[in-house]
């Protein structure tokens, strides 16, 4: 007995422990009399023992009603055997009351035993284990309830005919509904307000908004409740615009909303994106006292309010006011950081919420905080929330592995993923979906498109997110059947009409290079096509290298159909213009949009500015910039870029000296080749400095370009101790260093190192043959050039391409094999370039083969009319070989053209510049 009533002490609270102290006495006082006096109960007056009786049932009830405020298991099996103790079992309404305390603590089984055990059940009983039975999620057992009820002649009442109601709305059966509702009107019934409330909220969540608004319409009497089931009823099917229409009507009649109403309303102007309305609905619920601590979800529907119309100052203030908040509140604040871009403040908020008492983070927080891990692929931070996943034992929660698996996708750690997959004891469709999404994103195509057919085989009702899942694995040539197989498997299924669909099976199409598919579909579904369709087309072509195709898909979109273009769109068209170095047309778009409100968003202002950069034409470019009054970090990028590539690394430095942001590894990469081009030490050594001041010395393409720059500069040694230190040694500085031992004319070095390159597991690039074939070039190796080139694709996988071709041509050049030179020109499957041309041209000016060197010249000058450098490699052999008269046309030809050489420069370095931020 003490041990039980320790077991008391410590898990009851003490307003219960008084009431079961109170009738544990009674209890045992009871009992003493029983045995010290035999009879003596039967000896008291009928109305002592009634008053001893009603004073142990009612502490009963005390008791019942104290374990209901909290459910726990432990306590509804204490306080059902001290009633059993108590001998207040056979009463209906302890019976009763201890059935629902068993449902509320999730023992669902004891509940249903307890019904069992009854034999004298009433109409509150049968209603208790019908109401038990939907707590449950067990609605046709609910339903199946009530007839057996009828059937064993049991009355009903309007309290069994909401239960009823309440089972079918959950189950979305509008033809029982209705025989309800009849059954409802026939006994006569559907006068009681709170029955009318469930059927108008049953139509509603059936999806039958005409009957439920009729409905409405025809009661007599309405309440708040009834207000408040057709405004959510509308909220419920997406009618955001009638939800607030009814709450205005409600406003002109009697009836004051209450936090429900408050709530509604919020979240329709979260949904419609009106942030006035929400911001008067706000008001009013604090003129009408719903705005206070204890209306929670009141709060919870502002802070979601605001997070989502991105004030996330209002959402946290209304937060740290509330005195009570619900794990729902923190999720929300959370959620409203992660919107807001408060990564930081989302992660420190889990961590707070982890040392309050009253709230432990559930799996609606971890799918929460977990997309954010993936969007900005961190992978410490995600690693951190599975441990927590795996403390709070929550890893047998399907949503929350799949959300860890997309997480670490994300983050390319594709091992953990697979691992998670194939641990998983179940698995749904989802599952499978992020799988296969996961494998297509990280570049293996072969196993998303096998997984694909797994699930398949295992679930033949696909839905349209399997199909948006597999459709990134088809994005080259080889992909084509495949795809074209998922196009007919979306068509069996029914996805015709779905222009999302259409649109991702236009994207495939264009990655696998049928554009005339593509084309075509586009056709089929230009009726629907929006703008969104256009932009997949234009912008898949732009990225795909197919710039004629996109600018003409973009005058299609003008001419032909109705579809008004956007920002996205012209960026994409901005794009191509840039790369085929169309300046005339560019500057049309750009003109284009600026008699747009497109013209003044930032993406396409840095578009432009690439786009300009690539022309050559900085100062369009700086006009952009300094005309913008939204920049960001990449529009300073794109302009720094600008300079540089247009050879001017003095207004680039300028620039990064006045920078507004924080550099990334972009900024730092563009600003160390500005370096190299100016060669001057001292320059880069102030960017080195910023480098480890900014933590960007363990980024290997930081590092590959702080080699080249210190190898431009005279400074191998300085090149070297930057290799050799570097954490993870990438292709781009094996790259970089062999170019440097070759550009300090180190040749066997530079081959050595290509050799310990290969050893450690590094497999080569274009680049990387580039560098060895030019090294080969200036050393005059031409029997190690000719092996590098001819065994680069058989060895190493790497496809020659117009670079190789260049290098292959100026060593077989050099060192005089011009025929050579020319058959393996003749020799290339492709057209050549006018780069490998102008290669042989320069070895038949250095040789002297006047014959050879003007035909090539012939096809030079019909290639590229405008290169004057051509004119004078050709001008300059005839003036070798005494042919003046020749030579002298060609000047007259060079001067009615107008052609000029640029003329060389030097710099010297006189101390203007500082590139201290």
């Not at 199409?509 to 096509?529: K, P």
């Amino acid at each position: 007995m003490h041990s039980f009533k320790s077991y008391l002490l410590w898990r009851l609270p003490n307003n219960v422990l008084s009431s079961i102290t109170r009738t544990c006495k009674r209890f045992y006082n009871a009992t003493a009399h029983l045995y010290f006096a035999h009879q003596s109960l039967d000896n008291m007056s009928q109305r002592i023992q009634e008053e001893f009786r009603y004073t142990c049932l009612q502490d009963v009830f005390n008791m019942i009603r104290y374990v209901a405020l909290e459910p726990n298991i432990v306590n509804a099996t204490v306080v059902h055997a001290l009633t059993l103790k108590a001998g207040c079992f056979a009463d209906l309404r302890a019976a009763t009351s201890l059935l629902s305390v068993y449902s509320r603590t999730g023992y669902f089984g004891s509940s249903m035993a307890l019904f069992d055990e009854v034999h004298d059940k009433d109409t509150i009983f049968w209603n208790a284990i019908m109401s038990a039975y939907i707590e449950n999620r067990c609605f046709e057992v609910a339903l199946d309830l009530f007839v057996k009820m009828i059937g064993e002649g049991i009355e009903f009442d309007p309290t069994t005919l909401v239960i009823v109601i309440s089972a079918l709305s959950n189950g979305r059966s509008l033809v029982y509904g209705k025989l309800i509702h009849g059954l409802s009107v026939k006994a006569g019934m559907i006068s009681y307000t709170f029955l009318s409330n469930a059927v108008i909220d049953m139509y509603a969540k059936c999806g039958d908004l005409s009957s439920s608004e009729f409905f409405f319409a025809e009661m007599e009497h309405k309440d708040i409740v009834s207000w408040n089931s057709i405004i959510s009823g509308y909220l419920y099917n997406n009618r955001y615009e009638k939800s607030l229409w009814y709450l205005k009507e409600m406003n002109c009649s009697e009836i004051q909303g209450d936090g429900v109403t408050i709530s509604c309303a919020i979240a329709a102007c979260t949904c419609l994106q009106e942030f006035g309305a929400g911001s008067a609905v706000h008001g009013w619920g604090i003129k009408l006292g719903c705005v206070k601590s204890h209306h929670i979800a009141v709060a919870n529907s502002l802070i979601s309010f605001y997070s989502q119309l991105q004030d996330v100052n209002a959402a946290e203030c209304i937060f740290e006011e509330m005195m009570v908040k619900n794990v729902i509140s923190w999720n929300a604040m959370i959620r409203g950081f992660a919107l807001n871009g408060g990564v930081q403040e989302a992660f420190n908020l889990l961590h707070d919420m982890q040392f309050v008492r009253s709230v432990e983070p559930d799996i609606t927080t971890i799918v929460t905080i977990l997309p954010i891990c993936s969007e900005l692929m961190l992978l410490r931070e995600g690693k951190s929330v599975h441990g927590f996943i795996i403390r709070r034992v929550m890893g047998s929660e399907l949503s929350v592995v799949n959300c860890l698996m997309d997480m670490y996708f994300k983050c390319s750690n594709v091992e953990k993923s697979e691992y998670l997959f194939w641990t998983m004891p179940t698995k749904d469709l989802v599952t499978y979906n992020t799988m296969i999404s996961g494998y297509a994103q990280n570049g293996q195509a072969w196993e998303a498109q096998n997984l694909f057919k797994k699930l398949l085989s295992w679930c033949s009702a696909s839905t349209l997110p399997t199909l948006l899942a597999i459709l990134p694995s088809c994005d080259s040539p080889q992909s084509l059947e495949f795809g074209r197989s998922i196009h007919g498997w979306h068509q069996k299924l029914g996805f015709l009409n779905n222009i999302l669909a259409s649109n991702s099976l236009i994207y495939m199409y264009i990655c696998c290079g049928d554009l005339l598919s593509a084309s075509t579909l586009l056709c089929r579904i230009s009726v629907r096509a929006d703008v969104t369709s256009w932009n997949v087309v234009i912008t898949g072509c732009t990225q795909n290298g197919h710039f004629w195709e996109a600018l003409e898909f973009f005058n299609c979109m003008r001419q032909k159909s109705l579809v008004g273009y956007d920002s996205i769109t012209l960026v994409s068209v901005v794009s191509a213009c840039g790369n085929l170095d169309l300046a005339l047309q560019g500057k049309l778009i750009h003109g284009l949009a600026l008699k747009t409100p497109a013209g003044i968003d930032i993406h396409l202002q840095n578009s432009l500015l690439t786009m300009y950069g690539r022309f050559g034409d900085t100062e369009s470019a700086r006009w952009i910039f300094y005309h913008s009054h939204n920049h960001n970090l990449c529009s300073w990028n794109c302009l720094i870029s600008a300079f540089t590539q247009n050879e001017d690394a003095k207004k680039a430095l300028e620039l990064f000296r006045v920078l507004d942001f924080e550099p990334n590894d972009i900024t730092i990469s563009t600003i160390l080749s500005a370096c190299t081009q100016l060669g001057i030490l001292r320059y880069g050594k102030q960017i080195h400095g910023h480098i480890y001041r900014f933590g960007f010395n363990k980024n290997p393409f930081i590092s590959a370009a702080l080699l080249n720059m210190y190898s431009n500069c005279g400074r191998l040694d300085v090149a070297l101790r930057v290799f050799n230190s570097s954490p993870g040694k990438s292709v781009s500085a094996w790259n970089s260093l062999i170019s440097a031992y070759g550009f300090h004319n180190n040749t066997q070095q530079a081959i050595e190192t290509f050799q310990e390159m290969i050893n450690s597991g590094i497999s080569p690039t274009n680049i990387t043959f580039v560098n060895l074939l030019s090294v080969c070039s200036h050393s005059g190796l031409v029997d190690e050039g000719c092996w590098y080139y001819n065994n680069m694709f058989s060895t190493f996988g790497v496809h020659p391409t117009t670079e190789h071709h260049v290098c292959m041509v100026d060593i077989l050049g050099r060192s005089g094999r011009l025929h050579e030179a020319y058959d393996l020109i003749k020799k290339l499957e492709v057209q050549p370039d006018p780069g490998i041309w102008g290669a042989f041209l320069s070895a038949c000016n250095y040789h002297g083969d006047l014959d050879m060197g003007r035909a090539v010249a012939d096809i030079l000058f019909s290639l590229e009319p405008e290169n004057v450098s051509y004119y004078v490699a050709l001008c300059n052999m005839y003036v070798a070989a005494g042919r003046w008269e020749e030579a002298v046309n060609l000047r007259t030809i060079i001067q009615e053209k107008q052609l000029k050489k640029p003329a060389g420069y030097s710099l010297t370095d006189v101390g203007l510049i500082s590139v201290n931020r």
